[in-house]
């Protein structure tokens, strides 16, 4: 049993080690977004280049989060973890010395494995290493200064590139890995080699899923500019792939997502409406930061700033908000919270060039945010629910990668639907006519997502008193469960601490 307490030094410095890590993937999922408008103009890099500098880490990250997590619990997770950090901190040197456009992509896509591998990482270590009476503060702790961190992001990231310049948003990160890694080397114990699962990993389904993602994310980005063959041939082999991924998951004796936990008819209800919330959230980040500083004309500090008052909602009103759906169950706050969303959403198609932060920006941002603090704790609930507490854990990782996977469609997608031609953030005002379709388009894709919730979470979930579903601040992808992916079906949890009870989902 793992017996650290969080009061001693061997405690603070495990807490500091996994949230310095968790804190660099955090980051870049914040910070880059703001840095593309000058990424473009100093690599002469079109849109395209653009969407896939923010894709390609995500495209790898979403297809090999619960590789990752498999891949810690089979070799220990302090290993896994420190590789992920080195490796994490590598791809970034690499994309702030990137040359070109092509180079970056390339970077980043190493990013995302790097994040696949540190990511699940950060809360196992607290899982595994943390005594159980104090697990439950130490997870409230790293939640707390990571949503912190996602808080500051987009104004660090502002702050970078008018100061130092957009390559100091990724060579942030190697000072922070020198610091995380020697430290989780020297405190943080290793997992017990015989509690470690066995090696039953599905490289297989994993390989088929990230390149599904990929291929699909190539024809829908380099569909925007004139048709070819080659998108066509892209696209057809994407759709081959996604449809090989989910044959080798049901026949492969040890799958990386078993299928057979969509037999819960809520948790698929759940991923349906998270998948519709998170790609109008990917949308909107991606797109928001252009127009701050596209059509409005402000600073990549001004626009980073603007944006915070989401994050802060979440950060400080979480907690009441899952308290809440607690109450009275996850159907009232599914459906609200994707409506404020939208009207938030639609708020924005006023800011364009001459906009006031005060009357335009900031009104639309609140009502987001709020909608953000409405719903983001109660699909994480509902999600734990609604399977069996064994299964929680792979629960978790899968909703957490629809999330991943559905904001990299969007940011694919958006561009397409509403047109925006490959130069479009080079003029305001065509930028600035095709976000507010754009924002239209998130806001009808927020309502489905409320009518489905409306109209099939009938019963309400068991209260989650997990810190992570309360205590949240990023605004990319709803939380993990720290009883980490793995074991033999690929993503198993540990047991449920006692101090921390939970009942079966329904």
């Given at each position: 049993?793992?017996d650290?307490?969080?009061?001693?030094p061997?405690?603070?410095?495990?807490?500091?080690?996994t949230?310095?890590g968790?804190?660099?993937?955090m980051?870049d999922?914040?910070?880059?977004n703001?840095a593309?408008?000058r990424?473009?103009?100093?690599?002469?890099?079109?849109?395209?280049?653009?969407?896939?500098?923010v894709n390609?880490?995500?495209?790898?990250?979403?297809?090999?989060?619960?590789?990752?997590?498999?891949?810690?619990?089979?070799?220990?997770?302090?290993?896994?973890?420190v590789?992920?950090?080195?490796?994490?901190?590598?791809a970034?040197?690499?994309?702030?010395?990137?040359?070109?456009a092509g180079?970056?992509?390339?970077?980043?896509?190493?990013?995302?494995?790097?994040?696949?591998?540190?990511?699940?990482?950060?809360?196992a270590?607290?899982?595994?290493?943390?005594?159980?009476?104090?697990?439950?503060?130490?997870?409230?702790?790293?939640?707390?200064?990571?949503?912190i961190?996602?808080?500051?992001?987009?104004f660090?990231?502002g702050?970078?590139?008018d100061?130092?310049?957009?390559?100091?948003?990724?060579?942030?990160?190697?000072?922070?890995?020198?610091?995380?890694?020697?430290?989780?080397?020297r405190?943080v114990p290793?997992?017990?080699?015989?509690?470690?699962?066995?090696?039953?990993f599905?490289?297989l389904?994993?390989?088929?899923?990230a390149?599904?993602?990929?291929?699909?994310?190539?024809?829908?980005?380099?569909?925007?500019?004139?048709g070819s063959?080659?998108?066509?041939?892209?696209?057809?082999?994407?759709?081959?792939?996604?449809v090989?991924f989910v044959?080798?998951?049901k026949?492969?004796?040890?799958?990386?997502?078993?299928?057979?936990?969509?037999?819960?008819?809520?948790?698929?209800?759940?991923?349906?409406?998270?998948?519709?919330?998170?790609?109008?959230?990917?949308g909107?980040?991606?797109?928001?930061a252009?127009?701050?500083?596209?059509?409005?004309?402000?600073?990549?500090?001004?626009?980073?700033?603007?944006?915070?008052?989401?994050?802060?909602?979440?950060?400080?009103?979480?907690?009441?908000?899952?308290?809440?759906?607690?109450?009275?169950?996850?159907?009232?706050?599914?459906?609200?919270?994707p409506?404020?969303?939208a009207?938030?959403?639609?708020?924005?198609?006023?800011?364009?060039?001459g906009?006031?932060?005060?009357?335009?920006?900031?009104p639309a941002?609140?009502v987001?945010?709020?909608?953000?603090?409405?719903?983001?704790?109660?699909?994480?609930?509902?999600?734990?629910?609604?399977?069996?507490?064994a299964?929680?854990?792979?629960?978790?990782?899968?909703?957490?990668?629809?999330?991943?996977?559905?904001?990299?469609?969007a940011v694919a997608?958006?561009?397409?639907?509403?047109?925006?031609g490959?130069?479009?953030?080079r003029?305001?005002?065509?930028f600035?006519?095709a976000?507010?379709?754009a924002?239209?388009?998130?806001?009808?894709v927020?309502?489905?997502g409320?009518?489905i919730?409306?109209t099939t979470v009938r019963?309400?979930?068991?209260?989650?008193?997990?810190?992570?579903?309360?205590?949240?601040?990023?605004?990319?992808?709803?939380?993990?469960?720290?009883?980490?992916a793995?074991?033999?079906?690929g993503?198993?949890?540990?047991?449920?601490?006692?101090?921390?009870?939970r009942?079966?989902?329904?």
């Amino acid at each position: 049993m793992p017996d650290v307490r969080l009061a001693s030094p061997q405690g603070k410095w495990i807490l500091l080690t996994t949230v310095l890590g968790s804190s660099m993937a955090m980051l870049d999922s914040t910070v880059v977004n703001v840095a593309l408008p000058r990424i473009g103009r100093d690599l002469d890099a079109d849109l395209a280049a653009l969407q896939w500098t923010v894709n390609a880490y995500m495209v790898t990250l979403a297809g090999l989060i619960l590789l990752g997590g498999a891949l810690g619990d089979r070799f220990g997770r302090r290993k896994v973890f420190v590789v992920g950090v080195l490796w994490f901190a590598t791809a970034s040197l690499l994309c702030g010395i990137a040359p070109n456009a092509g180079v970056l992509i390339a970077a980043r896509a190493l990013q995302g494995i790097g994040g696949a591998l540190l990511t699940p990482g950060s809360l196992a270590l607290i899982q595994a290493s943390f005594h159980p009476d104090d697990r439950g503060r130490a997870v409230g702790l790293w939640s707390g200064f990571g949503g912190i961190g996602a808080a500051v992001g987009p104004f660090l990231g502002g702050w970078l590139v008018d100061g130092p310049g957009w390559r100091w948003v990724f060579l942030i990160n190697v000072p922070l890995a020198v610091l995380c890694a020697p430290i989780a080397v020297r405190h943080v114990p290793e997992s017990d080699s015989g509690e470690r699962a066995p090696g039953h990993f599905d490289v297989l389904g994993a390989v088929l899923g990230a390149l599904a993602l990929a291929l699909v994310t190539y024809t829908l980005i380099e569909a925007a500019g004139e048709g070819s063959l080659v998108i066509a041939v892209t696209g057809v082999a994407g759709l081959v792939a996604a449809v090989a991924f989910v044959l080798v998951e049901k026949y492969r004796p040890h799958p990386m997502m078993p299928l057979d936990i969509f037999a819960s008819r809520q948790f698929t209800v759940i991923n349906v409406v998270t998948l519709c919330v998170y790609a109008a959230f990917g949308g909107f980040f991606f797109l928001a930061a252009l127009q701050l500083q596209v059509a409005v004309g402000w600073s990549a500090l001004a626009a980073g700033t603007a944006l915070l008052p989401t994050t802060a909602l979440m950060l400080l009103l979480s907690a009441r908000s899952g308290e809440l759906a607690d109450r009275i169950g996850p159907r009232i706050p599914l459906t609200v919270g994707p409506l404020l969303c939208a009207a938030g959403m639609l708020l924005m198609t006023r800011v364009g060039p001459g906009a006031s932060y005060l009357t335009d920006v900031l009104p639309a941002l609140l009502v987001l945010g709020l909608g953000m603090v409405t719903l983001v704790a109660p699909l994480t609930a509902t999600v734990l629910a609604a399977v069996e507490t064994a299964r929680a854990g792979l629960a978790s990782g899968v909703n957490n990668a629809a999330a991943r996977a559905a904001g990299l469609m969007a940011v694919a997608a958006l561009p397409l639907l509403v047109g925006m031609g490959p130069e479009a953030y080079r003029m305001p005002d065509a930028f600035d006519a095709a976000f507010g379709r754009a924002m239209v388009l998130c806001a009808v894709v927020l309502v489905a997502g409320s009518v489905i919730a409306f109209t099939t979470v009938r019963r309400p979930a068991p209260g989650c008193r997990r810190p992570e579903c309360h205590t949240h601040g990023s605004v990319a992808v709803p939380p993990l469960e720290p009883e980490t992916a793995g074991g033999p079906d690929g993503g198993v949890s540990r047991e449920t601490p006692p101090s921390e009870p939970r009942r079966p989902g329904t």
